[in-house]
């Protein structure tokens, strides 16, 4: 017999003396340092923060010249410190074309990123159409998939 799972209601952990702590407050996590409250999101919002961090931290090895595994078919990162450039779709309407590309790639496995830049939109703007076209249930499950996908195309092959 399957019970209800147990749920998480905080976290903490400490660095430098500092007590940071995750809270499960309603319908939002909120995040302190000390006692310090420093913001709240629903747990969607957390997942594109992730996201964004991930993003960064690829920028961070990049500029340092550190190499990162990049899956095939995904064009290496480029970083420029004086502009940075839009995705080709980006701010346009979707089209019908831009939905059946979005669909096949999502279909064939491709993350978050791959498709993007397949399709010349934004992760967040990917992610949403999934949601907007019911491939995906809700922000959460994407962003979910998305995170498997990429460690399947970073795991080590057997």
């Not at 709240?40 to 919002?45: F, G, R, S, V, W």
């Not at 690829?58 to 995904?74: L, R, W």
């Not at 999502?106 to 992610?127: C, D, H, M, N, Y």
Request: charged share 20%; proline share 4%; hydrophobic share 40%.
């Amino acid at each position: 017999m399957c019970g209800k799972s147990a749920q998480i209601q905080s976290m903490s952990w400490t660095v430098d003396k500092t007590v940071y702590e995750l809270k499960h407050e309603g319908e939002k996590l909120a995040f302190y340092a000390g006692r310090l409250h420093l913001l709240a999101m629903t747990l969607a919002e957390w997942k594109i923060l992730s996201g964004v961090i991930d993003v960064f931290g690829q920028i961070k090895a990049a500029q340092a010249g550190t190499t990162h595994h990049v899956p095939s078919g995904v064009a290496p990162l480029s970083v420029s410190t004086t502009t940075t450039t839009k995705p080709a779709n980006m701010g346009t309407r979707w089209t019908e074309d831009h939905d059946k590309d979005l669909a096949a790639l999502w279909f064939k496995g491709s993350t978050l990123e791959q498709t993007g830049a397949q399709i010349g939109r934004t992760v967040p703007s990917v992610a949403s159409r999934l949601v907007i076209l019911d491939i995906e249930p809700d922000i959460e499950s994407v962003y979910v998939e998305n995170r498997s996908r990429r460690n399947k195309n970073t795991a080590p092959a057997s």
